[in-house]
């Protein structure tokens, strides 16, 4: 997940973000907005930008990813669901009924294959959008259920939202369509007229009606505003909220609650001795404020929006190419240049290698390309996605438990690995796959595994209520369960794992802040 994280970021430096919710835009609309005229942005994006992030982020990885499948014994024989569900290491939940249906569970093996292979060629087509993003988003939910990767499904979840069309979210929308709460603004003041569009900015639910003084009178359902003078009405902070006028602090505290995600202020707001105390010094600002401001239209007071705005659109950079024009060019040629580079990362996948390593030119394509692999890696976050392959999996035939000794000859195990050997809570993400495959990896090399156990039992130890002194000694147990390595489908097999009983293989200690490693070789238990 890093590395579509890395493409979907290094897309974002190009692709116009500011045009809605941004904090630019609101820039945009406080520069360029008069008390004549507020500045709108033309909030439309070419359907293009969306579809590059899913391009990116899900197609090329889904693409790259089946030519591993296509040459994995695993995914071939339809296992490629069921086998890493079926080994306690690898998965943190389970469902029987799916596991010990071989055809059912073969059927999800091959039908994730071919939805992956077709994805990239289909998903920017309207009638495939929504299938799509339902099984898309089905898939990953199964993943997050059923393995310890939780922000690759989350991850891949978010990306996925992008294939949902924008009228479908205006129907789906929380936007209110009725307006709770109506603040009156004077739009002859630049400070007043400044407000409101910042405040606008975040009313992501509409939840808040603004009116001008002179229009109140006639939007306001006959409240009567009249006693109260155009001054007080500017710098007042007056609102109508359920047919009653409030003011001052008492409208921020409607405000706030009406923009939601503001609410967690308004209610400490209202706890007794700190509105009070709010209120009074609130009220003190104001009057100060505007005692010193006499004229309500003056334009000494720190805002002064420009008058004109350049329209990029129409800058020529070239004689003949506008910067709209080179912007359209520009994402051509990155979309093309996302294609090239994934394309030189896949034909480094079994599947092209197996076909094309008796070439000689294949070699010398690999040995000469190199330097762009790495680059296409290290920064676009393109390359190759040999996500649950034969290689993780085959002759994985152990798992392995720490346990801390007790002074009093008990034990308690570190939160790694379980008793039935499943993925304890430190096992997620990126920990996950450096213990399964750094540390415990399927051929066991004793000096990654001495590392990799001294490295969590430090961890362990820092962050344990039950150690005072960290130079005192302290010992761990280290315990082995032997599984089964398969490569067909069978009944009960998850379970009959859970059953192997644990072998102890030895300890470790921190004597003194020194770590001393006594573990035998796994691979000869």
Do not use: C
């Amino acid at each position: 997940m890093f590395y579509a994280y890395m493409s979907v970021n290094f897309l974002s430096l190009f692709i116009p973000l500011t045009k809605s919710y941004s904090i630019d835009n609101l820039f945009k609309k406080l520069n360029y907005s008069t008390i004549e005229k507020e500045y709108s942005n033309d909030e439309l994006v070419p359907e293009f930008y969306y579809f590059i992030y899913v391009f990116a982020g899900i197609g090329l990885f889904y693409l790259d990813s089946t030519f591993y499948k296509l040459s994995s014994e695993m995914w071939l024989n339809g296992l490629g669901m069921w086998l890493p569900s079926s080994i306690p290491l690898a998965v943190k939940t389970y469902s029987l009924f799916i596991l010990n249906n071989e055809y059912l569970s073969k059927f999800l093996g091959y039908f994730t294959m071919l939805f992956e292979l077709v994805f990239i060629f289909l998903f920017w087509k309207k009638r495939f959008k929504i299938p799509f993003f339902l099984i898309g988003v089905i898939f990953h939910i199964g993943i997050f259920i059923l393995w310890p990767i939780p922000y690759f499904a989350i991850g891949v979840i978010i990306i996925y939202t992008l294939l949902l069309q924008a009228d479908l979210f205006e129907k789906i929308s929380l936007k209110s369509k009725t307006q709770k709460l109506t603040i009156i603004y004077n739009n002859k003041h630049p400070l007043s007229v400044r407000k409101k569009i910042i405040i606008q900015h975040f009313d992501l639910f509409n939840k808040i009606k603004f009116t001008t003084i002179e229009d109140a009178d006639k939007s306001l359902n006959k409240i009567d505003i009249s006693k109260i003078n155009e001054h007080d009405l500017t710098f007042g902070y007056y609102s109508i909220k359920n047919g009653i006028i409030i003011k001052g602090i008492d409208t921020i505290i409607a405000l706030l609650f009406s923009l939601v995600f503001f609410s967690p202020i308004a209610l400490v707001l209202q706890i007794p001795g700190i509105y009070h105390l709010t209120k009074y010094l609130f009220n003190k600002y104001l009057k100060d404020y505007s005692d010193n401001t006499n004229d309500i239209t003056s334009y000494s007071i720190g805002f002064s929006p420009k008058e004109n705005r350049i329209d990029n659109n129409k800058i020529k950079i070239f004689k003949n190419l506008s910067s709209i024009q080179i912007e359209k060019y520009g994402f051509k040629l990155l979309f093309y240049l996302l294609i090239i580079l994934q394309f030189n990362a896949s034909l480094k996948s079994p599947l092209f290698r197996n076909k094309l390593r008796y070439y000689s030119f294949y070699d010398k394509y690999n040995e000469a390309t190199k330097s762009i692999t790495s680059f296409s890696k290290e920064f676009l976050g393109v390359t190759n996605h040999s996500v649950f392959i034969d290689s993780h999996f085959k002759g994985y035939n152990h798992i392995i438990k720490v346990e801390y000794l007790l002074p009093n000859g008990k034990k308690t195990i570190l939160p790694i690995i379980d008793e039935l050997g499943m993925p304890g809570k430190y096992l997620i993400g990126g920990t996950w796959a450096k213990w399964t495959f750094r540390v415990s990896m399927p051929k066991i090399n004793q000096d990654k595994l001495s590392k990799g156990i001294r490295d969590f039992t430090a961890y362990w130890l820092h962050n344990s209520s039950i150690i005072n002194d960290p130079y005192a000694n302290y010992k761990f147990i280290i315990s082995v369960k032997k599984i089964d390595s398969t490569k067909k489908w069978e009944k009960n097999f998850l379970i009959k794992q859970y059953q192997k009983p644990w072998i102890e293989a030895g300890f470790v200690t921190w004597e003194n802040g020194t770590f001393v490693s006594k573990i035998k070789r796994i691979e000869s238990i």
